[in-house]
């Protein structure tokens, strides 16, 4: 409590519960958060509603590119396991799309622009995934292989037979579209217009955080090794060579 107002009111004063000017603009701080994190949460509430909402078949159906992705091959579809690696290319499948049919992609080499095939590979599932959807049979056809990735070393699993599979290229049909609600859409811009035009998602990630989450440390390079010389101050190099003119 202000001395002065204590000075001017008597000590009764402090039973008023008056605020002071610093309280007063932290609270305004505080409800103001508040309001932010409403508007945050009624967005997270819009876009589950938009998910809700289903799909709805489209008429006609259009094609948009081209979609590849690995199937059994003949001489293993009509084999006794068959069910089994069907099972397990469920699992471990990849879906790649493309504008060409032959999946081939533009690059540079030597000054000129050549067209190069793409690779596509099946999936290697880390270790805790690993462990959970894989049944023990499974895993038999596995092997373990680390790689790095954004800084990090991770064991993943590999297929070991990927004879097994083929690749296939069909069109890439669209048949149905997402129900849209006009009002919900309406509602979410608003929302999203004036958390961005005004910088608010900072203050966001730091209230429900409490820090900055996309600063990666981790990605500052390392400090440069000290040159010899600015490990010494200069008082201390004029005392060595003054030692060395007596020695000498």
Sequence with gaps: MDTKLIKQFGAKIGSYRIRTERQKKRLRYKDFDKQLLELDFRLDELYEKKRD??????TPPFQRGWKRFFVLKEDVATDKQADFFEQLLKKINTTDYSWRKDFNIKKRKRGRKVYLAKEQHLQAPGERDFKKHFSPQ????????????????????VFSEPWR?????????????????????????QIEQYLGRRCYYRRLEKIKNGSLGY???W????????PLLKKKSVSEWLNEIKHEQIED
Aim: no cysteine.
């Design 53 to 58: 909402l289903g799909w709805e078949p489209l």
């Design 138 to 157: 499974e895993q038999l056809f596995f092997y373990e292989q680390w790689r790095t990735q954004y800084g990090y070393r991770s064991k993943h699993f």
């Design 165 to 189: 599979f083929s690749l296939v290229v069909q069109p890439n049909m669209i048949d149905r579209k997402r129900v849209t609600d006009p009002e919900l859409e309406s509602e979410m811009e």
């Design 215 to 217: 600063r990666y440390y």
């Design 219 to 226: 990605y500052y390079p390392k400090a440069k090794e000290v």
